[in-house]
């Protein structure tokens, strides 16, 4: 199962928000898409999935436009977990994931017992099987994120989208979360913010800026001081190490509102203007 | 289980009133009316239970689930709680229809004031669905469009009332805005049975889809729904329950907004079982508000919306306080 974009581009009014971008997503790979925000990484994802029509150019699933298929058949084969997905309903932990087998079930077609094994296994599968009866605003940020995954999962798609997975969860988590996606062996694309977790879990990263793709590779041929400094406008350092995995450690710089800091690097670059 | 539910309302409805009919001469006036039974009965009885109570309660136990369920299925696709029946600006335009033919003679002769109030709720559906597409994207556009639209047609409605309705009009007009069933026979009912049913079956058909909408439409697109089209159907069959309701009945308020978060406190938030039991709470809740509205003061009839108002606010100031405790 392939996805890809042929130049596909999408504008609010006369703002540009994805302008021109192509992109071939490999079978198996895990691709991470970063990039500052407001640099269209979520609309870009909306694109790929389908649920938003580019203005121009093409999404392609497995050799056909993804417009000229139905929902549901998409649905059966790629799943999107949108940022920050919320409700106010009384709705338990496992409701939630029995919502992914939606694509599979019509007005007549009753629930089976081959859904309720896809939800059982599914619910193993992202270690939330022990809170399967708890209500929904009962649960933290990272067993909800689990659950989001887990209703993704359900949808026994081939492609997961992801965007901005581990948005608001503690270091833990967001490891623990990037590492159950990485274990299902699909094809991944996840919007990331955090450029380690990008560098270490990511078979390629591409990168947005201002609605364009700018660059697509393996992380230490992306991930370049250079790079980060004219896309996120902050100093890094970068380290590979022999594996070919690659560490970045950000510089505080005055005046500029670095995101993350680490503590210098003994090169004194990190001095204070009062 | 449900249909016992319902039958024995229905039978409270016809039974209870100003002069109390025993059960079993209503029993045995369905009997004669539906089978030809030949029970001998009095006449005078026979009428009441016939032809006034019963219609009357059928129809309110239409309208009632009618309204529900256009409130479960608004509140599931709209993502808020404060969503009814009448946010799409039915009542509203509803009752600027009724005003221009009761006052204003519009269409004179051709046209009765139910007919007047169904276009006049279809005309403010289609401005304020026109509204909420120009609006752009998202559930607030349709919200406002709603309020907005409301706001014009009720004050195009004070408009036409101040300016040329008598007292007497005024009043029947003000009576007839608070929901009024009095008038109410069984051509309405005949009205009112197919409208509720392609409602409720409208709706089941899509119950998998609504459950789909829990955290949003996007979510609910990416699940494999056709968003656009599921909107258009449900709120579409919603819309067309709700301005036939009003047009026989008039606009009752809290019904569509209240009983759906009942419905969903006491069986939860699956729509294949939400929507049936919401229809069946807002009949036989409906049924018991008409037979209050007739023996609550004797020899008045109050308007039934005064009662389901007076029941309805307490009871949302509750749903609203459990929403606040686990919020």
Redesign the interface.
Same mark, same amino acid.
């Given at each position: 199962m392939t996805l890809s974009a042929s130049n596909i581009s999408w504008s609010v009014g006369a703002a540009s928000i994805v302008d021109d971008v192509s992109l071939e997503v490999r079978e198996g790979e895990f691709l991470g898409l970063i990039g500052p925000n407001g640099s269209g990484k979520t609309s870009l994802m909306?694109l790929l999935?389908g649920?938003r029509k580019p203005r121009s150019g093409e999404v392609i699933l497995d050799g056909v436009p993804i417009g000229r298929m139905?929902?549901?058949?998409?649905? &059966?084969h790629l799943?999107?977990v949108?940022q920050q997905?919320?409700?106010?309903? &009384?709705?338990t932990a496992r409701?939630?994931v029995e919502?992914?087998r939606?694509?599979y079930?019509?007005?007549l077609s009753p629930w089976s017992a081959n859904d309720d094994a896809v939800v059982e296994a599914t619910l193993e599968n992202v270690d939330m099987a022990h809170l399967a009866g708890r209500?929904w605003?009962t649960l933290s940020g990272g067993e909800r994120q689990r659950l989001?995954i887990g &209703?993704a999962l359900a949808?026994k798609p081939k492609i997961l989208l992801l965007d901005e997975p581990t948005n608001h969860l503690d270091i833990g988590h967001q490891i623990g979360l990037l590492d159950l996606v990485r274990r299902q062996g699909l094809t991944v694309v996840a919007a990331l913010h955090d450029l380690n977790h990008a560098a270490m879990f990511c078979d390629r990263i591409a990168v947005m800026q201002a609605g364009r793709l700018v660059a697509v590779g393996r992380p230490f041929e992306v991930l370049t001081a250079e790079r980060i400094r004219d896309v996120f406008g902050v100093e890094a350092a970068i380290e590979i190490d022999i594996e070919g995995g690659c560490h970045i450690r950000f510089q505080a710089q005055s005046g500029r509102g670095g995101r993350s800091v680490s503590m210098g690097d003994g090169t004194g670059k990190r001095f204070s203007r009062s | 289980m449900a249909l016992v539910v319902l039958v024995a309302a229905l039978w409270l409805g016809a039974a209870i009133g100003e002069t109390s009919i025993p059960f079993g001469v209503v029993a045995k006036t369905v009997a004669n009316r539906l089978w030809d039974a030949g029970y001998p009965l009095e006449p005078i009885d026979e009428g009441i239970v016939w032809s006034y109570r019963l219609s009357r309660a059928v129809v309110a136990a239409c309208c009632g689930a009618a309204l529900a369920l256009s409130g479960v299925v608004l509140q599931s696709l709209l993502?808020n709680?404060l969503a009814d029946p009448y946010i799409l600006g039915i009542s509203a335009g509803a009752s600027t229809g009724a005003v221009s033919v009761a006052i204003l003679g519009l269409g004179a002769g051709i046209m009765t004031l139910p007919m007047g109030a169904f276009f006049g709720a279809l005309i403010a559906f289609a401005l304020v669905s026109l509204l909420a597409v120009k609006a752009g994207r998202g559930t607030a556009a349709i919200i406002l469009a709603g309020v907005a639209g409301s706001q014009l047609f009720n004050a195009l409605t004070s408009f036409i009332v101040t300016k040329a309705a008598t007292a007497e009009q005024a009043r029947g007009i003000m009576f007839w805005l608070l929901g009024n069933l009095s008038g109410v026979r069984w051509p309405d009912a005949w009205l009112a049975i197919p409208a509720a049913l392609a409602g409720l079956l409208v709706c089941?058909?899509? %119950?998998? =889809?609504l459950? %789909?909408f829990?955290?949003?439409a996007?979510?609910a %697109? =990416?699940?494999?729904? =056709?968003v656009r089209r599921t909107y258009l159907a449900l709120v579409g069959i919603s819309a067309m329950m709700t301005a036939v309701m009003v047009s026989i009945v008039g606009s009752i308020g809290f019904v569509g907004l209240v009983i759906p978060h009942a419905a969903?406190m006491l069986v939860?938030?699956?729509h294949s079982v939400l929507l049936p039991v919401a229809a069946l709470i807002g009949a036989v809740f409906m049924i018991l508000a008409d037979i209050l509205s007739r023996v609550l003061i004797p020899g008045q009839v109050l308007p039934i919306g005064v009662i389901t108002a007076l029941v309805g606010a307490p009871a949302f100031a509750f749903v609203l306080g459990q929403?606040r405790g686990?919020?």
């Amino acid at each position: 199962m392939t996805l890809s974009a042929s130049n596909i581009s999408w504008s609010v009014g006369a703002a540009s928000i994805v302008d021109d971008v192509s992109l071939e997503v490999r079978e198996g790979e895990f691709l991470g898409l970063i990039g500052p925000n407001g640099s269209g990484k979520t609309s870009l994802m909306a694109l790929l999935s389908g649920i938003r029509k580019p203005r121009s150019g093409e999404v392609i699933l497995d050799g056909v436009p993804i417009g000229r298929m139905g929902r549901r058949e998409v649905a &059966r084969h790629l799943a999107l977990v949108e940022q920050q997905a919320e409700t106010a309903d &009384r709705i338990t932990a496992r409701q939630a994931v029995e919502l992914g087998r939606t694509p599979y079930l019509g007005p007549l077609s009753p629930w089976s017992a081959n859904d309720d094994a896809v939800v059982e296994a599914t619910l193993e599968n992202v270690d939330m099987a022990h809170l399967a009866g708890r209500l929904w605003h009962t649960l933290s940020g990272g067993e909800r994120q689990r659950l989001h995954i887990g &209703r993704a999962l359900a949808q026994k798609p081939k492609i997961l989208l992801l965007d901005e997975p581990t948005n608001h969860l503690d270091i833990g988590h967001q490891i623990g979360l990037l590492d159950l996606v990485r274990r299902q062996g699909l094809t991944v694309v996840a919007a990331l913010h955090d450029l380690n977790h990008a560098a270490m879990f990511c078979d390629r990263i591409a990168v947005m800026q201002a609605g364009r793709l700018v660059a697509v590779g393996r992380p230490f041929e992306v991930l370049t001081a250079e790079r980060i400094r004219d896309v996120f406008g902050v100093e890094a350092a970068i380290e590979i190490d022999i594996e070919g995995g690659c560490h970045i450690r950000f510089q505080a710089q005055s005046g500029r509102g670095g995101r993350s800091v680490s503590m210098g690097d003994g090169t004194g670059k990190r001095f204070s203007r009062s | 289980m449900a249909l016992v539910v319902l039958v024995a309302a229905l039978w409270l409805g016809a039974a209870i009133g100003e002069t109390s009919i025993p059960f079993g001469v209503v029993a045995k006036t369905v009997a004669n009316r539906l089978w030809d039974a030949g029970y001998p009965l009095e006449p005078i009885d026979e009428g009441i239970v016939w032809s006034y109570r019963l219609s009357r309660a059928v129809v309110a136990a239409c309208c009632g689930a009618a309204l529900a369920l256009s409130g479960v299925v608004l509140q599931s696709l709209l993502r808020n709680p404060l969503a009814d029946p009448y946010i799409l600006g039915i009542s509203a335009g509803a009752s600027t229809g009724a005003v221009s033919v009761a006052i204003l003679g519009l269409g004179a002769g051709i046209m009765t004031l139910p007919m007047g109030a169904f276009f006049g709720a279809l005309i403010a559906f289609a401005l304020v669905s026109l509204l909420a597409v120009k609006a752009g994207r998202g559930t607030a556009a349709i919200i406002l469009a709603g309020v907005a639209g409301s706001q014009l047609f009720n004050a195009l409605t004070s408009f036409i009332v101040t300016k040329a309705a008598t007292a007497e009009q005024a009043r029947g007009i003000m009576f007839w805005l608070l929901g009024n069933l009095s008038g109410v026979r069984w051509p309405d009912a005949w009205l009112a049975i197919p409208a509720a049913l392609a409602g409720l079956l409208v709706c089941l058909w899509h %119950a998998r =889809s609504l459950d %789909a909408f829990t955290f949003g439409a996007e979510s609910a %697109a =990416s699940l494999g729904i =056709s968003v656009r089209r599921t909107y258009l159907a449900l709120v579409g069959i919603s819309a067309m329950m709700t301005a036939v309701m009003v047009s026989i009945v008039g606009s009752i308020g809290f019904v569509g907004l209240v009983i759906p978060h009942a419905a969903r406190m006491l069986v939860g938030i699956r729509h294949s079982v939400l929507l049936p039991v919401a229809a069946l709470i807002g009949a036989v809740f409906m049924i018991l508000a008409d037979i209050l509205s007739r023996v609550l003061i004797p020899g008045q009839v109050l308007p039934i919306g005064v009662i389901t108002a007076l029941v309805g606010a307490p009871a949302f100031a509750f749903v609203l306080g459990q929403r606040r405790g686990r919020g």
